[in-house]
C-alpha cells in the first residue's frame, strides 16, 4: 500500500468525477488534502467531512476562467498548509462542437479551462516546489489530445497542448527533483461523459472497441495517478501513462 503520511497534495476539480476519486485515494494513503471545486456542491462537503478526522483536508473554491483565484487560492493553501508537494491538475471540461458551428467563444472557454488552467496552477505552485527542491506534478490530459477527437477538436487541442507542457517541465523542472507526468483517460464513468454512456447503443459499441471489455471508473484513473505522485515513481518523468483499457495504444 502506497503511504503519502505527511505530504500535501492539491488536486483541482475534486469535488466530483476523477477529481473526487483522486481526492479519496491521497486520503485514504494518509496525505492531507486541498482540492478546489467551482461550484459549491454537497459532494464536496462530504469529502471534506469523510476524512476531516484522520488527515487534513480543506476544498477551495475557484474559477479557473480567473487567474487571480487561483493565485489567491494557491496563497491560502501554502498558509494552511505550509507546502505542496503533488499538484494533480484535473479540472477541465469536455463539450461537442463540429468546427463549422463551434464559436470561438466555445474555443476560448475549453482552452483557457483545461490548458490555461494548468498553466495556471503550475506557474504559481512551482515556485514553491523550487523552493522545497522535491515536488510531483500530474497533469490529466486524454487520449484525445494524442490522436484527436472529431467534434472535440477543441478538447483535443487544449489535451494535446497540456501534454506538450507536461513534456516541456519534465525536463525544464527535472534538476530542482521535480517530476512532471500525466495520466491520460480514455472513457470514463463519471458525470461529463453521462450524455454519451446513457445512450445502450453507444454504450455498447465503445466497449465493443475496448479489448478489457469495460469503460473504466473514476478509480481507475485515480489509481496511476497515485502511482506517480509516490516514490515508486521516482525516476519516472515526461511520461503519458495512457489508462484506456487498450483502446487507444498511443504513448
Known amino acids: 500500500m502506497i503511504?503519502?503520511?505527511?505530504?500535501?497534495?492539491?488536486?483541482?476539480?475534486?469535488?466530483?468525477?476523477?477529481?473526487?476519486?483522486?481526492?479519496?485515494?491521497?486520503?485514504?494513503?494518509?496525505?492531507?488534502?486541498?482540492?478546489?471545486?467551482?461550484?459549491?456542491?454537497?459532494?464536496?462537503?462530504?469529502?471534506?467531512?469523510?476524512?476531516?478526522?484522520?488527515?487534513?483536508?480543506?476544498?477551495?473554491?475557484?474559477?479557473?476562467?480567473?487567474?487571480?483565484?487561483?493565485?489567491?487560492?494557491?496563497?491560502?493553501?501554502?498558509?494552511?498548509?505550509?507546502?505542496?508537494?503533488?499538484?494533480?491538475?484535473?479540472?477541465?471540461?469536455?463539450?461537442?462542437?463540429?468546427?463549422?458551428?463551434?464559436?470561438?467563444?466555445?474555443?476560448?472557454?475549453?482552452?483557457?479551462?483545461?490548458?490555461?488552467?494548468?498553466?495556471?496552477?503550475t506557474k504559481y505552485v512551482v515556485p514553491f516546489m523550487k523552493k522545497q527542491r522535491s515536488g510531483k506534478i500530474i497533469n490529466i490530459t486524454s487520449t484525445a489530445g494524442q490522436r484527436g477527437e472529431a467534434f472535440h477538436s477543441h478538447y483535443a487541442a487544449s489535451?494535446?497542448?497540456?501534454?506538450?507542457?507536461?513534456?516541456?517541465?519534465?525536463?525544464?523542472?527535472?534538476?530542482y527533483n521535480i517530476n512532471v507526468n500525466s495520466v491520460a483517460p480514455g472513457w470514463v464513468d463519471t458525470d461529463m461523459s453521462a450524455d454519451v454512456l446513457s445512450v445502450p447503443s453507444l454504450r455498447k459499441k465503445i466497449v465493443s472497441d475496448i479489448p478489457l471489455k469495460r469503460i473504466a471508473t473514476a478509480e481507475d484513473i485515480a489509481g496511476p495517478v497515485l502511482f506517480l505522485a509516490s516514490d515508486f515513481a521516482r525516476h519516472i518523468t515526461g511520461e503519458i501513462l495512457n489508462v484506456n483499457g487498450g483502446s487507444v495504444l498511443v504513448g
Open 159 to 175: 489535451k494535446g497542448g497540456v501534454i506538450s507542457f507536461t513534456k516541456s517541465l519534465a525536463s525544464e523542472l527535472g534538476n
Open 3 to 121: 503511504d503519502l503520511k505527511g505530504k500535501n497534495v492539491l488536486i483541482t476539480g475534486g469535488s466530483r468525477g476523477i477529481g473526487a476519486a483522486c481526492v479519496q485515494l491521497f486520503a485514504s494513503a494518509n496525505a492531507n488534502v486541498a482540492f478546489t471545486f467551482n461550484k459549491r456542491s454537497e459532494s464536496a462537503n462530504k469529502l471534506v467531512r469523510s476524512f476531516q478526522k484522520s488527515i487534513k483536508i480543506k476544498s477551495y473554491k475557484v474559477d479557473l476562467l480567473s487567474e487571480k483565484q487561483i493565485i489567491d487560492c494557491i496563497e491560502k493553501v501554502i498558509k494552511d498548509f505550509r507546502r505542496i508537494d503533488v499538484l494533480v491538475n484535473n479540472a477541465g471540461i469536455w463539450k461537442g462542437a463540429g468546427v463549422e458551428k463551434m464559436t470561438l467563444k466555445q474555443w476560448d472557454e475549453t482552452i483557457k479551462i483545461n490548458l490555461n488552467g494548468t498553466f495556471l496552477f
